[in-house]
C-alpha cells in the first residue's frame, strides 16, 4: 500500500484539502500517483475496514470540524489520451475525439486543451472546480450543458467484488446532478451505508466522445446567449464561449481564487459553489408557486449521441425552478448571515446559492446558515432544497 501520512507527520485537515477551508483532522492521508496506488489505497481501507473517503479537488464536500478518523486519498494523476477521427457518423457529424482521462485530472485545464483542440462539448462548462473523475458522479452541468453529452464509458473499481467495471453511457443513469456512480454511495440508506462518504464505484478513468470543430455545441442558456450575442440554440466560437463563461462565472462568485484572473484571497470564492441544486418538482406542485418563480424543462439526461449531443426527451409531469429564486424570494438576500455582517459564514455577496467561509468559519457554522436558508424556503414555497455538497459527519 503507498505509503501513509498519519496526524502525527503533518498530514493535512480537510479545511487544507477542500474549497470550503473547514473541517478537521485526517487519520490518514494518501495522495495517489498511479492507479495502482489508487486501488490499493482503496482496498486496504476496505479490507481493514476503516472509512474511506476519495477527493479530487474537494471543491464538493463539506466536512465536520472533527474530521475524518479514516484513510482519505487524493487522486493526483494528470494527463490524457487522444484519438482524432475524420471518418463521418451515421448523424452527419463529421470528425470526433476519443479521450480517455484520468479520473485525477483538474477540470477546467481539461477545458482549456479541449477548447484549444478544438473539441466540442465542454465549453460551456467552463471554471468548474474539481476533477475530471468528479464530474460523471455528480454529473456537472452549467450553462444548458451538462457532462453527461460527451461521456462514453466510465472505468470503475468496484469496492464490492474488488474488481475492475466499465460502465457505458447507457448504464450511467445520468440524471440532474446525479447518477448511478452517485446514488451507490448511500445503497442501504443514510450515514450507515456500507460505502458512504465514497461512492461503491471509485472513478478510475472517464472516456469522452467529441464532436471536432471550432464552433461550440448549440448554445442552451439564455443567459450565456445574450452574453455571446447569438439565440439559444445557435453556436459560437468555443474560445468565446469559454471566456464569456468565465467573466458570468466571475462576477457570480463561482471561480476558485487565481482562476480566469481571479484575485486572492476572495471569500466570495470560499465556497462549494451552489449549495443546493435546483428543485425538480411535480408539475402540479410548480402550478403553486408564484406566477414570476423561474420555470424550466425538464429533459433527459442522456443524449442520443456522444459524438454530436442533442437535447434530452422534455419530461411533461415535472418542471425545474431556480434554487437562486426562491432562496431570494424567501428573504435571504446576498451576504445574509446569522449574526449579520459578522458572521463568519454568509451567503455570497454575489450570488444567494453559495454559501461561503468570510474567513474563521466552521463546519458547524456553514450547517447552521444552510439549515437556516432550507428552513426558510420550505415555511415559504413547501419545497425541500436539496444540498449539492457531499456532507461528511454533519447533516441538516
Not at 457505458?168 to 446514488?183: A, C, D, M, N, V
Not at 415535472?318 to 449579520?340: C, D, N, P, R, Y
Amino acid at each position: 500500500m503507498p505509503a501513509r501520512r498519519d496526524a502525527t507527520e503533518a498530514a493535512p485537515s480537510l479545511a487544507d484539502l477542500t474549497t470550503l477551508r473547514v473541517g478537521g483532522p485526517v487519520g490518514a492521508y494518501v495522495e495517489a500517483t498511479t492507479e495502482a496506488e489508487l486501488i490499493e489505497t482503496v482496498r486496504a481501507a476496505d479490507d481493514e475496514g476503516v472509512p474511506l473517503l476519495v477527493i479530487g479537488g474537494g471543491s464538493n464536500l463539506l466536512v465536520a470540524d472533527e474530521g475524518f478518523d479514516g484513510v482519505v486519498v487524493r487522486d493526483v494523476r494528470q494527463g490524457l489520451d487522444a484519438d482524432l477521427e475524420d471518418s463521418c457518423g451515421t448523424d452527419g457529424a463529421c470528425g470526433g475525439a476519443s479521450l480517455r482521462v484520468p479520473a485525477g485530472q483538474d477540470w477546467d485545464t481539461f477545458v482549456a486543451e479541449a477548447v484549444a483542440g478544438e473539441w466540442v462539448g465542454v465549453e460551456a462548462l467552463s471554471g468548474i472546480p474539481g476533477t475530471v473523475g468528479a464530474a460523471p458522479v455528480q454529473n456537472i452541468g452549467a450553462y444548458g450543458q451538462e457532462v453527461s453529452g460527451v461521456v462514453a464509458s466510465v472505468r470503475t473499481w468496484d469496492r464490492h467484488t474488488g474488481g475492475m467495471r466499465t460502465f457505458t453511457l447507457s448504464e450511467l443513469g445520468f440524471g440532474y446532478r446525479t447518477s448511478l456512480l452517485k446514488r451507490t454511495m448511500r445503497s442501504g440508506g443514510g450515514e450507515g451505508a456500507p460505502w458512504y462518504p465514497t461512492p461503491r464505484y471509485v472513478v478510475l478513468e472517464v472516456n469522452l466522445q467529441m464532436r471536432l470543430g471550432s464552433l461550440s455545441a448549440p448554445v442552451g442558456y439564455g443567459e450565456l446567449a445574450r452574453r455571446l450575442g447569438v439565440e439559444v440554440g445557435q453556436r459560437a466560437p468555443s474560445a468565446e464561449v469559454r471566456e464569456a463563461v468565465l467573466e458570468l462565472r466571475g462576477g457570480k462568485g463561482m471561480l476558485l481564487d487565481g482562476v480566469g484572473g481571479a484575485p486572492a484571497p476572495d471569500h466570495d470564492r470560499w465556497s462549494a459553489g451552489s449549495f443546493f441544486t435546483n428543485p425538480v418538482v411535480p408539475v402540479e406542485q410548480a402550478g403553486d408557486l408564484p406566477a414570476d418563480a423561474p420555470r424550466f424543462a425538464v429533459r433527459s439526461a442522456t443524449p442520443a449521441s456522444t459524438v454530436s449531443p442533442s437535447l434530452g426527451v422534455v419530461d411533461p409531469s415535472l418542471v425545474k425552478t431556480s434554487a437562486a429564486w426562491l432562496i431570494e424570494h424567501a428573504g435571504f438576500t446576498k451576504g445574509f448571515g446569522l449574526a449579520g455582517e459578522h458572521s463568519p459564514a454568509r451567503l455570497s455577496t454575489r450570488h444567494t446559492l453559495a454559501l461561503t467561509n468570510r474567513g474563521g468559519a466552521t463546519a458547524s457554522d456553514l450547517v447552521a446558515l444552510a439549515r437556516t436558508v432550507r428552513d426558510g424556503v420550505r415555511d415559504t414555497f413547501g419545497i425541500d432544497l436539496e444540498p449539492e455538497p457531499v456532507l461528511v459527519g454533519v447533516a441538516l
